[in-house]
């Protein structure tokens, strides 16, 4: 069960360092049903409720070709996540695991990622499925699911030589 800020038992807490400005700019919102960490999904599904996903000026450029896309990594911001558990109880039944190691919103760095399905484009906004995040999340990036690209070769031997590489 989601809960809000309670320690479960065996949970370890730490005094997070105090955050040094890494430079991010949020470059939109993110709208969605959910006001509430207790109705919001674990986990987006491709056949989740339609969302909204607002991108800012001047990044609303950069929009520029998504459409071809079915597919879209987004990255955000979990703003209204705690930082300070370095070891958590997910199932609530007193066994615990590293942070790391969980898909838990309570991290370091509360970054969240999701993959949702592009069900169109108006303007600036994109129409999206499958996401996992609260009503007015800030927007970090957007960018095509990798799945949907060709992998690169890795360099061949010589490849240095000839400049290819």
Known sequence: MVRLDEIRPNEVAVDAPAPRDAGLVYI??????????????RQGRDDGPPCRIEVFPPWDQALDGIDAFSKLEVLYWLDRS???LVRQSPASDGRTKGTFAIRSPVRPNPIGTSIAVLDGREGNVLLVRGL?????????DLKPERSQFKPIAPPQKGDFETGRG
């Open 132 to 140: 996992d995040c609260l009503d007015g999340t800030p927007l970090l």
């Open 28 to 41: 939109g919102v993110i709208r969605t049903p959910w006001t509430s960490r207790l109705e919001c999904p």
């Open 82 to 84: 705690r930082r300070d």
